[in-house]
């Protein structure tokens, strides 16, 4: 596990393609990987599958358990919506060299994606009460913002190319 490098915290609404890109930039850097969803209780997946939206009482013990992963993991990889700049402080708190990596992806692709997975939780009529939740990463946030239409193997080029010079840990 590279040890000296930030860890790396893959972030957009569902079919952004966060589990995809995480899993190919954990490979990139060879870096441990961790899919933010299993992190979720069993209570929060069934509401979710019910078409039920999380509120902020279910999402504080999920992002506990994944800021703990990143403490844990220096130099890890994982997928986590992080919707909200509130939830990116929480993740900040447990590891503060975390860096955002946003994946920016326009409604129509999101709902064609969704539309053709298999076996997620998440159905696209969730879709817009996250878009509505979304607050884009800020200048003033670590981390990048990227066009996440292309291919993944694109993605994540432009990812690490944006991240340049910024992925060691300064700690």
Request: with cysteine; aromatic share 4%.
């Amino acid at each position: 596990m590279p040890e000296s490098l930030r860890p790396l915290a893959v972030m957009g609404v569902s079919g952004a393609g966060k589990s995809t890109i995480g899993e190919l930039l954990a490979t990139a850097l060879g870096a441990e990987y961790a899919d933010g969803d299993d992190f979720h209780p069993a209570a929060n997946v069934a509401k979710m599958s019910a078409g039920t939206p999380l509120d902020d009482a279910d999402r504080w013990p999920w992002l506990d358990a994944v800021g703990a992963w990143l403490a844990a993991h220096p130099g890890g990889v994982v997928s986590c919506s992080a919707l909200k700049r509130v939830y990116r402080d929480r993740l900040r708190a447990a590891a503060p060299a975390v860096l955002f990596v946003e994946l920016d992806v326009p409604r129509a692709e999101l709902v064609r994606r969704m539309t053709t997975r298999t076996g997620h939780f998440m159905r696209v009529r969730m879709l817009d009460s996250q878009l509505a939740t979304l607050q884009p990463l800020a200048a003033d946030e670590p981390g990048t913002t990227v066009d996440a239409t292309g291919s993944p193997r694109s993605v994540v080029e432009r990812v690490l190319s944006d991240l340049r010079g910024r992925l060691a840990d300064p700690g």
